[in-house]
């Protein structure tokens, strides 16, 4: 779509920092052709993408077993892919501007194993279709110019994620690919929850990792007749022995399929049954050190990387301020109910606030829920606005996008709003 503890952290748990050369390497008239496309690249682009892609996994098929299958027939893949080559062009004269976009998506690469190899296939491809979408537009001078931005930006992605890889290797019980693990444990979390316990198949020592971050699981899935890889948070602290992962069930709609991972997952893989699972990665973390407020906004399965953070938070003590906001249509769907009636039980620093938005006859207010409806910051204003507080916000991307604005308008600085995007890399 991650966990610590309070000695000192090794490399793993370190913050990382990324930046870019402030100095490009590419010429300055090569800055002015990149940039002159933008237009075209604003008209274009998702021609360009969805021809390139198409080419990619015609010519070299082993590569479905990497690339999610479903954003590719909802046209979310190529879109996603056309918005960051045009945000590429616009900021190429300040690439600096990219870093967070960088990190998240290289993070998403480590999980599924990208090697640098896969940047100059992409590369060819994407530059010939460019010159079969555009045409005549596009003469030597645009070819070369964009090779060598391409470059430049693969070469970024390149070290980022290379140097995932070292640290991954250098964890105690880390590893770099895919291992074996088995599923030791399927616990119902609501009506389409379910948490997965994840144990390794050899049984050696698992790494720890950070309050908020996903692994990738991969599976076989029948009717593609492909291995799928899907992103999860750990919904858990670290314990040395499984991982806990808690998937909802994703259903058809009239805008896009049923999940295939999840329905495999939820139906056709008992305990008993083997997976591919990455080493934990993802930036979207919680900051174990700080000792201000934090405030906890989830929206539907958004809320598994929260539970992480909260547990994470209680077990170093109780002197953190927490406030813990969810919104999820009704109890049936409550996920972890009982877990966070637990966690509240034994630490009354932390406040909640529960959203049902379709209160049903079971649900009772005020042990089930608080407010019937959307998350409505105004009416926990007193509650959820803290000075200085951290805000992590996780959940479909409307969701997010109306809650970092309502923090903005209610001034909230931008550096305290954290979000995890659930859904294609480039969104």
């Given amino acids: 779509m991650r966990s610590f503890v309070r000695r000192k952290a090794p490399c793993w748990l370190s913050t990382r920092t990324f930046a870019i050369a402030s100095k490009s390497r590419l010429t300055p008239q090569q800055i002015q052709i990149v940039k002159s496309t933008v237009p075209a690249l604003e008209q274009h682009g998702v021609a360009i993408t969805t021809l390139f892609y198409n080419r990619l996994l015609e010519t070299h098929p082993e590569l479905k077993n990497i690339f999610n299958t479903a954003h590719q027939a909802t046209g979310e893949q190529p879109a996603a892919l056309a918005h960051a080559v045009w945000a590429y062009a616009v900021n190429i004269d300040n690439p600096q501007t990219l870093e967070a976009a960088i990190s998240r998506i290289g993070h998403k690469h480590a999980s599924l194993g990208v090697t640098a190899g896969l940047y100059s296939v992409v590369g060819e491809g994407l530059l010939v279709a460019i010159k079969d979408v555009l045409g005549n537009a596009v003469d030597e001078s645009v070819v070369a110019a964009w090779g060598a931005a391409y470059q430049e930006l693969a070469d970024y992605f390149i070290q980022f994620e290379a140097d995932l890889y070292r640290e991954a290797l250098e964890t105690p019980g880390g590893w770099k690919g895919w291992r074996k693990f088995f599923i030791s444990g399927k616990i119902p979390e609501g009506e389409e929850i379910i948490s997965f316990h994840l144990t390794p198949v050899d049984r050696d020592a698992l790494p720890a990792y950070k309050p908020g971050q996903f692994l990738s699981v991969r599976c076989y899935v029948p009717e593609l007749g492909v291995y799928q890889p899907r992103q999860y948070s750990l919904s858990d602290v670290p314990n040395g022995k499984y991982f806990q992962i808690s998937v909802k069930k994703e259903f058809a709609s009239d805008k896009k399929p049923a999940g295939r991972v999840s329905n495999v997952l939820h139906e056709s893989l008992p305990e008993g049954s083997e997976v591919d ?35 994470t938070i209680t077990n170093q003590g109780k002197s953190r301020r927490v406030v813990f906001v969810h919104a999820t249509r009704n109890g049936r769907v409550h996920a972890m109910k009982s877990t966070l009636t637990r966690i509240l039980s034994e630490n009354p620093q932390i406040d909640r606030a529960i959203f049902y938005e379709e209160v049903s006859k079971h649900d009772v207010q005020g042990v089930d829920y608080d407010f019937s409806g959307r998350v409505d910051l105004s009416k926990i204003r007193d509650m959820a606005i803290l000075p200085g507080a951290d805000y992590y916000i996780c959940g479909p991307l409307p ?14 600085n931008e550096e305290h709003i954290h979000m995890e995007v659930f859904g294609s890399p480039g969104k």
């Fill in 277 to 311: 699972v990455s080493m934990p990665f993802g930036d979207f973390v919680l900051d174990v050190n700080a000792t201000t407020p934090v405030v906890l906004l989830s929206g539907g399965v958004g809320l598994t990387p929260m539970m992480s953070m909260l547990q």
């Fill in 399 to 412: 969701f997010m996008n109306a809650q970092s604005k309502d923090l903005r308008d209610i001034g909230v």
